[in-house]
Protein backbone atom coordinates (compact mmCIF):
# COMPACT_ATOMS: atom_id res chain seq x y z
CA UNK A 1 0.00 0.00 0.00
CA UNK A 2 1.33 3.54 -1.26
CA UNK A 3 1.91 5.73 1.84
CA UNK A 4 -0.46 8.42 0.40
CA UNK A 5 -3.27 5.72 0.38
CA UNK A 6 -2.07 4.41 3.98
CA UNK A 7 -2.62 8.21 5.06
CA UNK A 8 -6.37 8.51 4.27
CA UNK A 9 -7.14 5.58 6.66
CA UNK A 10 -8.05 6.12 10.14
CA UNK A 11 -5.72 5.49 12.79
CA UNK A 12 -8.15 5.24 15.95
CA UNK A 13 -11.47 6.74 16.99
CA UNK A 14 -11.72 9.47 20.33
CA UNK A 15 -14.98 10.18 22.20
CA UNK A 16 -16.63 13.92 21.55
CA UNK A 17 -15.62 14.83 24.93
CA UNK A 18 -11.81 13.65 24.25
CA UNK A 19 -12.07 15.47 20.68
CA UNK A 20 -13.31 18.49 22.05
CA UNK A 21 -10.79 18.79 25.39
CA UNK A 22 -7.93 18.27 23.22
CA UNK A 23 -8.83 20.80 20.22
CA UNK A 24 -9.44 23.29 23.30
CA UNK A 25 -6.23 22.51 24.64
CA UNK A 26 -4.17 23.05 21.76
CA UNK A 27 -6.42 26.36 20.65
CA UNK A 28 -4.92 27.39 24.47
CA UNK A 29 -1.18 26.49 23.49
CA UNK A 30 -0.92 27.57 20.30
CA UNK A 31 -0.74 30.99 19.32
CA UNK A 32 -3.51 31.50 16.20
CA UNK A 33 -4.82 28.11 16.40
CA UNK A 34 -8.02 29.51 17.71
CA UNK A 35 -8.85 32.30 15.35
CA UNK A 36 -7.81 30.30 12.41
CA UNK A 37 -10.34 27.54 13.21
CA UNK A 38 -13.13 30.36 14.58
CA UNK A 39 -12.23 31.53 10.30
CA UNK A 40 -11.56 28.38 8.71
CA UNK A 41 -14.21 25.85 10.42
CA UNK A 42 -17.70 25.36 10.80
CA UNK A 43 -18.35 23.25 13.91
CA UNK A 44 -19.26 19.67 13.78
CA UNK A 45 -22.27 17.47 13.98
CA UNK A 46 -22.67 15.97 16.83
CA UNK A 47 -21.38 12.21 17.14
CA UNK A 48 -20.65 10.16 20.17
CA UNK A 49 -16.77 9.00 18.43
CA UNK A 50 -14.60 10.92 15.82
CA UNK A 51 -11.36 9.02 13.68
CA UNK A 52 -7.78 10.12 14.61
CA UNK A 53 -5.49 9.81 12.10
CA UNK A 54 -1.37 9.46 12.00
CA UNK A 55 0.35 13.15 10.99
CA UNK A 56 1.54 12.93 7.63
CA UNK A 57 4.40 14.84 8.03
CA UNK A 58 7.61 13.32 8.42
CA UNK A 59 9.18 12.81 11.52
CA UNK A 60 6.57 13.58 13.25
CA UNK A 61 4.24 11.18 15.78
CA UNK A 62 1.38 13.50 16.62
CA UNK A 63 -2.11 12.39 15.79
CA UNK A 64 -4.67 14.45 13.68
CA UNK A 65 -7.65 15.43 15.43
CA UNK A 66 -10.86 16.42 14.08
CA UNK A 67 -11.31 20.57 14.58
CA UNK A 68 -14.79 21.04 12.74
CA UNK A 69 -15.79 21.10 8.77
CA UNK A 70 -13.59 23.14 6.28
CA UNK A 71 -15.66 26.17 5.25
CA UNK A 72 -16.33 25.82 1.16
CA UNK A 73 -15.12 22.47 1.37
CA UNK A 74 -16.29 18.95 1.55
CA UNK A 75 -13.96 18.11 4.10
CA UNK A 76 -13.10 17.83 7.90
CA UNK A 77 -10.58 19.81 9.13
CA UNK A 78 -8.18 18.18 11.49
CA UNK A 79 -5.20 19.27 13.81
CA UNK A 80 -2.09 17.66 14.49
CA UNK A 81 -1.54 17.51 18.75
CA UNK A 82 2.50 16.87 17.86
CA UNK A 83 5.23 18.64 17.09
CA UNK A 84 4.60 20.27 13.92
CA UNK A 85 1.20 21.47 15.04
CA UNK A 86 -0.03 21.70 11.39
CA UNK A 87 -3.44 21.60 9.97
CA UNK A 88 -5.35 19.34 7.08
CA UNK A 89 -7.86 18.35 5.26
CA UNK A 90 -9.25 14.76 5.53
Known sequence: ???NVGQNY???SETEAARAATIA??????????????TETSPV??????WV???PTLGCAGLLHVAGFAH???????VCDGTCGKTFLR
Open 53 to 55: YKC
Open 10 to 12: PYS
Open 72 to 78: DLHAVYV
Open 1 to 3: MTS
Open 25 to 38: RLSAERDGLAATLA
Open 45 to 50: DASDRW
